[in-house]
C-alpha cells in the first residue's frame, strides 16, 4: 500500500507584479518523503515553498496540505526560512528562538509553561545542541544558528517539515553534517527542502523536483564511479540523472551551476 | 550635584520633572526596545510629531472652548493611539505605501496642533513649549497619567510577550504559528504612542525620539536577551533623564536639549567601547 498523499499541488501557478514565477505545477508527496526542490535562482523555488507552507496564497490552481489549505495546516508544518531573512544582531538567545516554535501549541498568554520548554530543549538536543540556549544566537556560527532555525522548526511538533535553502552559505563539510542531520529526521518526519546544490542534495533525498517556472520531477540513479571520479574526483556525491517528465516540461532548460550535478 | 539635591528639596516643579522622568522611563525603556529591535524608529517619528495634533486641539478645546477638565497630554494621547491605527492599517491592508503614509502624519499631526496653538492665546510660548518641552508644565495630573501608561504598558507586555517577541523577530514565522500579526503589531503602535506622549512635556516632540531609541540601542549592545536590554534601557533612560535634568539646572540650559545631548553622547561612547570590544573579540585565536 502506498503512502498517503501529504501535499497536492494541482496546476498551481503564481506571479508577483511581474511575469509568472510559476506555472502549471502539479506534484504530489507523500508521507516518509524527502524531497528536494532544485533549480537555478528565480526560478520558484522559494515561491513555491512559501505557497505550500501558506504563506503566500497562489493565483492559479489548487494546493492542498493534509487535505486542507495550508493556512489551515499551518500548524502541523515546521518551517525554516532562509536565514538572511532575519536580523542577526537582534537580542535574542538560541533557546527563546526555538522556544518560538511552541506558538499555536502551547501557553497563548503570559510565561511559556514547562511542557513547552521540554518540547524547546528536546529539540536542541535532536539537532545536536543540547548545550546553547543561553547563547546570544550572533554568538554562534553559521551552521549552529541553521540548527537553531531547525530546532524551532522541530519544536512545532510537524508533520511536514519545509526548509528553505537551509545551507546556503555553509561550509561543504558543515553542510554534510546538516544533510546527515535531516537523513535521520526523515526516519519520523516528511520533509520538503529547497536548495540551489543538487550535489549534496541528491545524497540524501527520496525525490528531486525540479523547478524553473514549472516543475518536473527527477528520478535518482546512482552514476557510476568512474563518472564520478571524473566530476567529482574522490569526493563522495550522488549524481542526480535527470528524467524529466516532459508533460510539465515547457521552457524547461536550466542550468544547476558549477559543482553540482550532471544532467544526463 | 548637592547643589540639585537642595533644589529639589525647595522647587516642587523639580521633583514634578523628576517624577516624571523616571515614571517615562519606564515605558520608554520598554517598549523603546521593540521600536529599535523592529526597526521601526522612522514610525516612531511619525507617531511623536503627529501627537502636537492632538496637544493643539485640547489645548484650544481647553483654553478657548472652557473645557477645564481636558488635558493636553490628553489629546496627546488620542492622537498618538489614531496615528498608531492609521499606520497599523496601512501596515496590514492598505494599497498606498507606507513611508507616504508615515511622512503625510508627521507633517499633517504637527500642521494640525501649529494651527490650533495659533488661533489659542498664548500661541507663541505653548508651542514652542510641546515642540521642544518644558519641564514646568509638569503637573500632578500628568504624573498620575503617566503612571496609568506605565501600569498599561507593562500589564501588556507580560501578557502578550511570546507573540511580541515572535513578530519583532520573525513575523513571518510568527504569522504561520497563528499570531494575529497585524493586531500585534498594531498593539505595539499603539504602545509606542503611548510611551512617547510620557515623554513629550520633558523633551518636546521634536526630540522625544532620541530618548525612546538610543537608551534601547546602547542597551542592546551590551545585553544577550530582549528582556535584559528592556531592563537595562528603562535604567539608562532614568539615569539619564535624571542627568539631563541636573546637568541643565546646573548650567541653566534648557532641559530637553540637555537630555538629548547627554542621551547621544552615552550612545556614541557605548558604541565605542562595543566596537573595540568586538575587535579584541575577533583578534582572540
Not at chain 2, 252 to 272: E, F, K, N, Q, R
Request: hydrophobic share 45%.
Amino acid at each position: 500500500m502506498s503512502a498517503p498523499c501529504i501535499v497536492r499541488a494541482d496546476a498551481l501557478g503564481h506571479a508577483y507584479d511581474g511575469p509568472s514565477v510559476l506555472q502549471d505545477v502539479t506534484f504530489e508527496l507523500c508521507e516518509g518523503d524527502f524531497a528536494a526542490v532544485v533549480g537555478p535562482n528565480g526560478g520558484g523555488k522559494s515561491t513555491l515553498a512559501r505557497i505550500i507552507v501558506g504563506l503566500i496564497t497562489p493565483r492559479r490552481g489548487r494546493v492542498e496540505v493534509f487535505g486542507s489549505s495550508p493556512r489551515r495546516a499551518s500548524l502541523d508544518i515546521g518551517y525554516m526560512p532562509q536565514h538572511t531573512s532575519l536580523d542577526p544582531l537582534f537580542p535574542i538567545t538560541a533557546g527563546e528562538v526555538v522556544l518560538m516554535g511552541r506558538l499555536g501549541r502551547g501557553s497563548r498568554l503570559g510565561p511559556w509553561g514547562s511542557r513547552d520548554r521540554d518540547v524547546a530543549t528536546a529539540a536542541l538536543r535532536d539537532v545536536g545542541l543540547p548545550d546553547i540556549a543561553e547563547r546570544r544566537l550572533d554568538e554562534l556560527s553559521g551552521g549552529q544558528r541553521r540548527r537553531v532555525l531547525l530546532a524551532r522548526a522541530l519544536a512545532t511538533e510537524p508533520r511536514l517539515l519545509v526548509l528553505d535553502e537551509p545551507t546556503a552559505g555553509l561550509d561543504p563539510s558543515v553542510q554534510d553534517e546538516f544533510y546527515a542531520l535531516l537523513r535521520e529526521l526523515n526516519r519520523n518526519l516528511t520533509i520538503l527542502m529547497v536548495s540551489h546544490d543538487t550535489s549534496l542534495v541528491s545524497r540524501s533525498v527520496t525525490r528531486v523536483f525540479c523547478v524553473n517556472g514549472t516543475l518536473a520531477e527527477h528520478c535518482l540513479t546512482e552514476v557510476p564511479d568512474d563518472w564520478r571520479e571524473l566530476f567529482y574526483g574522490p569526493r563522495q556525491v550522488r549524481l542526480v540523472r535527470h528524467d524529466h517528465d516532459h508533460t510539465h516540461d515547457h521552457d524547461h532548460g536550466h542550468d544547476h551551476g558549477a559543482g553540482s550535478s550532471s544532467h544526463d | 550635584m548637592t547643589e540639585f539635591i537642595q533644589a529639589l528639596e525647595a522647587f516642587p516643579f523639580l521633583r514634578l520633572a523628576l517624577g516624571a522622568g523616571l515614571l517615562a522611563s519606564v515605558s520608554c525603556g520598554v517598549v523603546g526596545t521593540f521600536v529599535v529591535t523592529r526597526r521601526m524608529t522612522v514610525v516612531a517619528g511619525s507617531l511623536a510629531h503627529s501627537v502636537l495634533g492632538g496637544i493643539g486641539a485640547a489645548h484650544y478645546l481647553h483654553v478657548v472652548r472652557g473645557w477645564t477638565w481636558l488635558h493636553p497630554l490628553h489629546g496627546a494621547l488620542f492622537a498618538a493611539l489614531l496615528a498608531a491605527m492609521i499606520i497599523g492599517w496601512v501596515r496590514d491592508r492598505g494599497r498606498e505605501r507606507e513611508d507616504t503614509v508615515i511622512s503625510a502624519l508627521w507633517a499633517v499631526g504637527m500642521a494640525t496642533g501649529v494651527l490650533f496653538l495659533f488661533r489659542t492665546p498664548g500661541y507663541q510660548a505653548d508651542l514652542m513649549t510641546y515642540l521642544f518641552g518644558n519641564i514646568v508644565v509638569v503637573d500632578p495630573g500628568e504624573l498620575r497619567l503617566l503612571v496609568g501608561v506605565d501600569v498599561i504598558v507593562l500589564a501588556v507586555v507580560v501578557a502578550f510577550w511570546n507573540p511580541l517577541l515572535a513578530v519583532s523577530y520573525d513575523e513571518e514565522f510568527a504569522r504561520l504559528r497563528g499570531v494575529n500579526v497585524p493586531a500585534v503589531t498594531t498593539l505595539l503602535l499603539a504602545l509606542t504612542g503611548l510611551a512617547i506622549v510620557t515623554l513629550v512635556a520633558m523633551v518636546g516632540v521634536v526630540m522625544v525620539i532620541a530618548l525612546v531609541t538610543l537608551p534601547a540601542a546602547t542597551a542592546g549592545r551590551f545585553t544577550r536577551r530582549l528582556s535584559h536590554t528592556m531592563v537595562a534601557a528603562v535604567i539608562l533612560t532614568a539615569l539619564l533623564t535624571t542627568g539631563g535634568l541636573a546637568l541643565s539646572f546646573q548650567a541653566d540650559l534648557p532641559t530637553g536639549a540637555t537630555t538629548i545631548m547627554l542621551t547621544a553622547s552615552v550612545y556614541a561612547l557605548a558604541h565605542l567601547v562595543s566596537a573595540g570590544r568586538d575587535r579584541v573579540r575577533r583578534r582572540r585565536p
